[in-house]
């Protein structure tokens, strides 16, 4: 997704007004969402990935800004502990919940790792009529609907503040490429050219029709 710096912009602007000031990422990858976190000024922020190639990679990009860059699995029993006394009030998971077969038991880490009143913010991919083969290909293991998404939230521990679809119009093309030509990836020109248009798909707030290509969720713990 590096190929698409709107697209990213996008996707942080409708996650922004929920995080805070001790920000924990899980699946930081190379950083694309880091970025947009770390542009403003953070008491914390904690970078995580599974591949030691990612990590290297954040390090590099990050050095000298005060990011600290971990490793992290989930679910981990262990995590509440380790990252005790950083007190997070923040667990932001983009395009990661799907990729693990634990999701449940994912989510129930992130809740005992958060200070009480703090939040989880994930995006996650919607629909599971347009599962393809794009799927296949990013090892995701399911899409979710609104009830599935809201009720594995609820099941570890956590109040749902929002919930709502992202990229309605990008439902098309993943189903296009998923579903009709499946392709093992979206073709990099036709991913530059709907990141030249994002400018017009953020008016889907205002056509608030009933799905989209990604849903986007805030939890928080209370206790």
């Known amino acids: 997704m590096a190929?698409?710096?709107?697209y990213n912009a996008w996707q942080y602007s409708r996650i922004a007004p929920w995080v805070g000031r001790r920000?924990?990422?899980?699946?930081?990858?190379?950083?694309?969402?880091?970025?947009?976190?770390?542009?403003?000024?953070?008491?914390?922020?904690?970078?995580?990935?599974?591949d030691e190639f990612y990590r290297e990679r954040l390090r590099q990009r990050f050095a000298g800004q005060g990011v600290q860059v971990e490793a992290l699995a989930l679910p981990d029993p262990a995590a509440p502990g380790r990252?005790?006394?950083?007190?997070?009030d923040?667990?932001?998971?983009?395009?990661?919940?799907?990729?693990?077969?634990?999701?449940l038991g994912a989510l129930r880490t992130m809740h005992q790792m958060l200070v009480?009143?703090?939040?989880?913010?994930?995006?996650?991919?919607a629909l599971?009529?347009?599962?393809?083969?794009?799927?296949?290909?990013?090892?995701?293991?399911?899409?979710?609907?609104?009830?599935?998404?809201?009720?594995?939230i609820a099941d570890a521990g956590f109040r749902l503040e929002h919930l709502s679809w992202f990229n309605r119009v990008g439902v098309f093309g993943w189903w296009l490429n998923a579903r009709v030509r499946k392709v093992p990836r979206i073709p990099l020109a036709q991913l530059r050219m709907f990141d030249a248009f994002v400018p017009l798909l953020t008016a889907e707030r205002f056509?608030?029709?009933?799905?989209?290509?990604?849903?986007?969720?805030v939890g928080r713990r209370d206790g």
């Open 116 to 125: 009480p009143g703090g939040r989880v913010i994930i995006l996650v991919p």
């Open 207 to 217: 056509v608030p029709l009933p799905f989209g290509q990604s849903l986007v969720a």
């Open 128 to 152: 599971p009529s347009i599962y393809g083969t794009l799927d296949t290909e990013l090892q995701h293991f399911r899409r979710y609907t609104r009830a599935t998404l809201a009720a594995v």
């Open 90 to 103: 923040t667990i932001v998971a983009l395009n990661v919940v799907e990729h693990i077969e634990d999701h």
């Open 3 to 6: 190929a698409a710096p709107r």
């Open 83 to 88: 990252f005790a006394s950083q007190r997070l």
């Open 23 to 50: 920000v924990l990422e899980v699946g930081s990858g190379i950083g694309n969402m880091s970025a947009h976190i770390a542009a403003t000024p953070r008491e914390c922020l904690i970078l995580t990935d599974m």
